[in-house]
C-alpha cells in the first residue's frame, strides 16, 4: 500500500477527547475491544503453528517445495484468512464492527514485521521480540478508519460507526471549528481506555495552516539550548549562547508525590483476595473490594501521568512558540533504566517520573507546527563535561558533581546551566574561519542534527490504517512471512 502523504500546507495532528459513554455504550467498547484482542489471539496461534508444522517438516527432511503453504504476514493476508475462518471460530462476530477485527489484525501484522524486520537487521534500535498474545488485563483500545466518524454540531458529542454518538466530558469545539471553516478533517479514530477505566476518543486530523498564534509572545533570544534533568528544580534548563539563563522549569514529581498513595492502596490490595493465589500459584476469581483497590491505584497513576503531561505540554509549546531555534540533547532514555538493578532504583523512578524522552518528542512535531527550528545534538556530544569557559572537557565528572569546575581556567558554574549553554551554541551558525575555544573546529554546529523538513505523514503518523506491504511474494502470488527468509 501507498504511504499516505499530507498534503502542502496541512499537518498531521491528533484531538483528544474523554468520554461520558452509557451502560449500553461501556458494553459495546469493551466487547469492541474484546473482539480486537480475540482476532489478535486467534491469528497468532495459527500464525505459530504454521511455522511450527514447517519446522517440524523441515526436521524430517521434507523438501522446501513440498512444506505445509505458508500463511502471509500482511494486513491483507491475515484478513482473508479471518474472513474465512470467523464463521467457525467467532459466530459472534457480527455483533462488531469489521474496524474491530482489523484493529487486532493490523497490530499482529505490524508486530510481525517489526520482528522480522529487527531479525534481518533492518530495523534500527534494540531487538524486537516475537509478538505474543494479549492478555484481557492489557490497555482496551480499538481503531476506526473507515464509516461515520465525526463530531456532532451540538459540540458535545463524537459519532464512531457501530457505537453512534457518544457524549464527551469537555467541548469539541476547538476541532468542530476548524472543521466548520473547512480547514480540517477527520483521517481517524482510536477509542481507548486509560489505566482509570475512562474511555478516551483520539481524533486523526489533517489541519490546514497551522502556524504560530499571533498573540504567542516572542522572546529575545532566538537561540536557546535546553538541558533536560531529573532534579526537582531543575527539569528543563534553558540558556542562551551568551550565558544567560532564561527559564528553569521545575519537574512535577507526580509520581513521586503519589508514591504515599500508592504504598497505602497496594498494601491493602495484597491483604484482600486478588485475581492471584501466590500459595497455590493459580488464577482465582477476585473480590470486589480487589477491584475497587485495584481501579483506586489506576486513577491515581491516571492523575500521575495527567499532571505530568500537562507540565510537559506547557513547556514544549512555549519553547517551541517563543524562540526560532531549540537545541535539545538526544539521550538513550531506556538505555538509562536497563541496568543498576536495586542500587538505582530511585533513580530508575526518578527517570521515569521525569519523562525525558517524552520532551524531545513533543518539541519534534511543535517545532514544524509553529515554524521554529530543532536541532538535536548527538547523543555523545558532552554537554555537561565541557567548560563553557575555555571548551575543555573534564571526562571523570560524576553523576553527583552539580558544580561543573574547569581545572584548567577555574570557572566555576551550574553543572545544568552549562550544559545548556553548550548545547545553544550548537544552534548559532558558524562564522567564517572562526574556531571553537579548544582550536579543533567551528564553534557551533559540531555534533547536531538539524531538523528543518516540513511535516508529512511519516513524519507525523506513519503508515494511516495499516500495515506496509513490503513482503517478497512467491509464485502463487501469495506473500510469504519474512521470519522464513532462509
Known amino acids: 500500500m501507498a504511504r499516505f502523504e499530507v498534503p502542502e500546507g496541512w499537518v498531521a495532528q491528533a484531538y483528544r477527547f474523554a468520554l461520558d459513554p452509557t451502560p449500553a455504550q461501556l458494553r459495546a467498547l469493551a466487547s469492541h475491544a474484546g473482539a480486537a484482542r480475540f482476532a489478535h489471539n486467534h491469528m497468532l496461534a495459527l500464525v505459530k503453528a504454521v511455522m511450527d508444522q514447517r519446522a517440524a517438516e523441515r526436521s524430517y527432511g521434507v523438501p522446501e517445495a513440498e512444506l505445509s503453504p505458508v500463511l502471509g504476514w500482511s494486513l491483507p493476508a491475515l484478513r482473508k484468512v479471518w474472513n474465512q475462518r470467523k464463521a467457525v471460530c467467532a459466530p459472534w462476530w457480527g455483533e462488531n464492527s469489521k474496524e474491530a477485527y ?49 463530531v456532532e454540531a451540538d459540540r458535545r458529542h463524537v459519532t464512531v460507526p457501530r457505537l453512534g454518538a457518544i457524549r464527551t466530558h469537555e467541548s469539541t469545539r476547538k476541532l468542530a471549528r476548524r472543521i466548520e471553516a473547512g480547514t480540517a478533517r477527520i483521517l481517524s479514530a482510536t477509542v481507548r481506555q486509560d489505566s482509570a477505566g475512562r474511555w478516551h476518543c483520539a ?67 495484597a491483604r484482600q483476595h486478588g485475581s492471584y493465589d501466590p500459595g497455590s500459584r493459580t488464577r482465582q476469581a477476585p473480590s470486589k473490594r480487589w477491584r475497587r483497590t485495584q481501579a483506586r491505584i489506576g486513577r491515581t497513576h491516571a492523575h500521575a501521568a495527567a499532571v505530568r503531561r500537562d507540565v510537559l505540554h506547557k513547556a514544549t509549546t512555549a519553547l517551541a512558540q517563543q524562540h526560532d531555534v531549540v537545541v535539545v540533547e538526544t539521550l538513550n532514555a531506556a ?42 545534538a548527538d547523543r555523545f556530544y558532552p554537554s555537561s563535561k565541557m567548560c563553557t569557559a575555555c571548551g575543555r572537557r573534564k571526562p571523570n565528572l560524576t553523576l553527583a558533581d552539580r558544580i561543573f569546575e574547569c581545572d584548567e581556567c577555574g570557572i566555576r558554574i551550574d553543572r545544568d546551566l552549562g550544559a545548556a549553554i553548550n548545547l545553544a551554541r550548537l544552534g548559532v551558525p558558524p562564522q567564517l574561519g572562526e574556531q571553537s575555544p579548544t582550536g579543533s573546529g567551528p564553534v557551533a554546529g559540531r555534533g547536531a542534527t538539524h531538523e528543518t523538513e516540513p511535516a508529512s ?21 501469495t506473500a510469504s512471512p519474512q521470519g522464513e527468509a532462509a
Not at 531529573?230 to 513521586?256: I, M, N, Y
Not at 542500587?343 to 518528542?361: P, S, T, V, Y
Open 457 to 477: 505523514a511519516g513524519d507525523a503518523d506513519g503508515y494511516e490504517a495499516s500495515t506496509p506491504h513490503h513482503q517478497p511474494v512467491d509464485q502463487t502470488g
Open 102 to 150: 482489523n484493529t487486532g489484525l493490523d497490530g499482529l501484522a505490524r508486530g510481525l514485521d517489526a520482528w522480522s524486520s529487527s531479525r534481518r537487521g533492518q530495523r534500527a534500535g534494540r531487538a524486537v521480540g516475537f509478538p505474543r498474545f494479549k492478555s484481557a488485563r492489557a490497555p482496551r483500545s480499538v481503531r476506526f478508519t473507515t464509516g461515520a466518524i465525526r
Open 335 to 376: 538505555g538509562m533504566r536497563s541496568a543498576g538493578g536495586a542500587r538505582k532504583r530511585g533513580l530508575n523512578r526518578a527517570l521515569a517520573d521525569a519523562a525525558l524522552a517524552e520532551i524531545r518528542r513533543m518539541l519534534g512535531y511543535k517545532s514544524r507546527w509553529y515554524g521554529s527550528h530543532l536541532v538535536e
Open 203 to 269: 481524533l486523526q486530523t489533517l489541519v490546514e495552516a497551522k502556524c504560530r498564534p499571533a498573540h504567542a509572545p516572542r522572546s529575545a533570544h532566538p537561540v536557546v539550548g535546553v538541558d533536560v534533568g531529573v532534579k526537582a528544580d531543575s527539569l528543563l534548563v534553558v540558556a542562551t549562547p551568551d550565558g544567560l539563563e532564561v527559564e528553569r522549569v521545575a519537574a512535577p514529581k507526580s509520581l513521586s508525590a503519589a508514591q504515599g498513595r500508592l504504598r497505602v492502596l497496594q498494601r491493602r490490595a
